[in-house]
């Protein structure tokens, strides 16, 4: 199934936080938080300003982001927990440093 999303929203899928802590403590799933990271899989077409017209979105695709932790709408999409939510909500976009992209 394709989902398209309307106006300034965004389909976002949680990415998955590491189960242990720095000192190796394991973190058993009833302690966990959701996570607050996630990756970008829809955007909407954009928003209209007071003239009318289309303000696109400033997240696309593919890009890691921050979002609050009540943020968004919990949708079920072929079996896959995802959120909705407005790009007002997205706190900013993760980027690699360019140390991190060298390395790679």
């Keep these: 199934m394709s989902f398209r999303p309307l106006h300034d929203r965004v389909l976002v899928r949680r990415i998955e936080a590491d189960e242990k802590t720095a000192g190796g403590?394991?973190?058993?799933?009833?302690?966990?938080?959701?996570?607050?990271?996630?990756?970008?899989?829809?955007?909407?077409?954009?928003?209209?300003?007071?003239?009318?017209?289309?303000?696109?979105?400033?997240?696309?695709?593919?890009?890691?982001?921050?979002?609050?932790?009540?943020?968004?709408s919990e949708v079920k999409i072929d079996g896959e927990e995802l959120l909705i939510m407005k790009e007002s909500d997205i706190l900013g976009i993760l980027e690699e440093s360019a140390q991190k992209k060298k390395a790679a």
């Excluded at 928003?47 to 979105?57: F, M």
Aim: glycine letters at 14%; zero cysteines; hydrophobic letters at 35%.
């Design 25 to 72: 403590i394991i973190i058993p799933d009833t302690a966990k938080e959701k996570p607050q990271q996630g990756e970008v899989i829809a955007t909407g077409p954009g928003a209209r300003n007071e003239k009318g017209e289309l303000v696109p979105l400033d997240v696309k695709p593919g890009d890691r982001v921050l979002f609050g932790k009540w943020s968004g």
